[in-house]
């Protein structure tokens, strides 16, 4: 017997027997459904001899039969209503027990989301592919998809996405391209470490979507909701579907605020901010400036996050100011870090440390924040060091920053598209998948082993529009992406260590060090955070001109 729980309520099993019944009363179940039809099979038992089986071991049963690949909506509704009827947990069954998967799916279509009932199939090991128009549509078979068809669709409006559409669009200027993206706003988000600085006003770091859209490309305002890479297709919110001949994908990643217990609850207030989100950034500056003495912390959690020195940066910048205004010596700082080093490329540590060290700053590896008491002001870290038991530790705060955990947007966790972690599996030097050779992904939603930064996907871009361009031509891929990846640690106002590395901690420095030592904090490398880097972006980098991002060129072997 092989029981796969799919939520507290519901499991599926393939074909059970009699003899299996007592037992799936002894695991808790009070209900079975059969969705297998009698004589589908010459060794299964008939309904009629389970339902004995059953009462005589106080479950109840019943019989809802579906002809193998011909799940009705009619159907759906039978098992709905059953699951309603019914006292649960419920233990529902077929030949395989995908039929019994397919119709909780269909009957759950209606009130939980598409990524929900897919994650929750999927860790039970069946696969709803096949009825991902129908969960979309509501658990209802589509009387109009309404197809739309491109030759490159591209998944996310964010930096990546409109960098690559520029990018793909100014090689091919008469490429048919769709930006699937729901956002009004796009933000410009390495500057809300400058916001919460006090060196940025937030404004500056926002401008409307349609401002932003390459000339020529399609702008479709919608949530994708499932991918169908089998047949070319991607299901948006409301069961639309857009077709492709290719298709790249950069969402962006996923902050977990939830992740953390209570921290939702007191974001913006009680002392407690981020600079992950463009409302919080001025509050870590309201913060800063109104902190006259006291304990800050400084969370960092588990990798991969994007842009992996945000968290410090925010430290680094608050601490300056304290210590220009001469309250340091009154403020007690702590950097609550869930990995075991300060910046995982060595070759920066050093200059790192010595500003750790001028603001006597206190690190704490291997904590990971768990839980916020925003009203009482108390945060809850639990601490994994190797080789121990995890143990949890309190600490008191009068203000705290907070980078929240990161993950792939659930659409694609659940998609064919993730690897066995979630993120979008691609080729680490050409970027496209690896099991589906007309789709390509860029920016932090994909699985290469890089740092998830801006810079990354300024690079990235010019890659993969190189390479869709090749695929386009009937050619090989025609660049490579080494990884590179760039973090401006803002150490001081005045001053940045300008961290520039690719795959395996090469360092990839853009600039000779007799102008910018990457390793050292200059004055050079804070004009280009706070005076280059933002035209860059805004007038070169989305508009497909690649300034100082020119692909890497696949050579023979």
Request: a neutral charge.
């Amino acid at each position: 017997m092989d029981i796969r729980k799919i939520t507290d309520d519901i499991a599926a099993s393939p074909q059970i027997t009699e003899a299996d019944v007592a037992a799936i009363a002894e695991a808790g179940y009070r209900a079975i459904i059969c969705n297998r039809p009698d004589g589908e099979g010459a060794d299964q038992p008939n309904f009629e001899e389970i339902e004995a089986a059953a009462k005589q071991a106080g479950l109840e049963a019943r019989y809802i039969p579906v002809i193998a690949g011909k799940v009705q909506d009619a159907d759906a509704d039978a098992f709905g209503k059953a699951l309603r009827e019914l006292p649960g947990p419920v233990l529902a069954y077929c030949r395989s027990g995908t039929r019994s998967a397919t119709l909780w799916s269909l009957s759950q279509a209606g009130s939980l989301p598409p990524a929900h009932i897919l994650a929750a199939t999927k860790q039970a090991g069946y696969d709803m592919a096949g009825v991902v128009r129908r969960i979309v549509n509501g658990g209802r078979t589509p009387t109009d998809t309404g197809d739309a068809k491109f030759d490159v669709v591209v998944v996310g409006g964010g930096a990546a996405g409109i960098a690559v559409s520029a990018s793909l669009k100014a090689r091919k200027p008469d490429l048919n391209i769709a930006l699937l993206d729901p956002a009004d706003i796009h933000y410009y988000q390495p500057g809300w470490t400058m916001v919460g600085g006090g060196v940025f006003e937030p404004q500056t770091t926002a401008r409307t979507m349609g401002s932003l859209i390459p000339r020529g490309v399609h702008w479709i305002k919608a949530a994708v909701a499932a991918f169908e890479p089998g047949d070319n297709a991607v299901v948006l919110d409301g069961c639309r579907v857009v077709k492709y001949d290719r298709l790249i994908v950069c969402p962006g990643l996923k902050l977990g605020w939830h992740k953390v217990e209570g921290l939702v609850e007191t974001l913006g207030k009680n002392g407690v901010t981020s600079n992950y989100r463009y409302d919080l950034a001025p509050y870590t500056w309201e913060l800063v400036k109104g902190l006259k003495g006291g304990h800050a912390l400084f969370t960092q959690p588990p990798m991969p996050i994007k842009c992996a020195g945000a968290p410090q940066k925010a430290l680094y910048l608050s601490a300056d100011h304290w210590c220009r205004t001469g309250i340091l010596p009154r403020i007690e700082i702590e950097f609550m870090n869930a990995g075991g080093v300060l910046f995982g490329v060595k070759d920066y540590v050093p200059a790192l440390e010595s500003y750790i060290e001028k603001y006597r700053a206190k690190l704490n590896f291997f904590h990971n924040l768990v839980a916020v008491d925003g009203p009482a002001r108390r945060a809850t870290f639990k601490v994994s060091r190797p080789g121990t038991e995890p143990t949890e530790v309190t600490v008191d705060f009068d203000m705290m920053h907070v980078c929240p955990p990161q993950t792939a947007p659930d659409f694609i966790r659940v998609s064919p598209l993730a690897d066995a972690a979630g993120w979008v599996d691609v080729d680490q030097g050409t970027l496209r998948h690896k099991s589906y050779a007309n789709i390509w992904s860029l920016g932090d939603v994909m699985n290469a082993p890089n740092a998830k930064t801006a810079a990354a996907a300024r690079m990235q871009a010019p890659v993969v529009a190189e390479n869709v361009a090749a695929d386009i031509d009937g050619k090989a891929p025609a660049a490579l992406y080494n990884g590179y990846g760039s973090c401006p640690l803002t150490v001081e106002r005045g001053k940045i260590v300008l961290a520039e590395f690719g795959y395996g901690g090469t360092l990839l420095p853009s600039f000779p060090t007799w102008l910018i030592d990457g390793t050292k904090p200059t004055r050079a490398a804070w004009l280009l955070k706070e005076q280059i880097l933002p035209p860059i972006y805004w007038k070169a980098m989305l508009r497909g001109k690649e300034w100082m991002a020119k692909p890497e060129p696949v050579t023979a072997s």
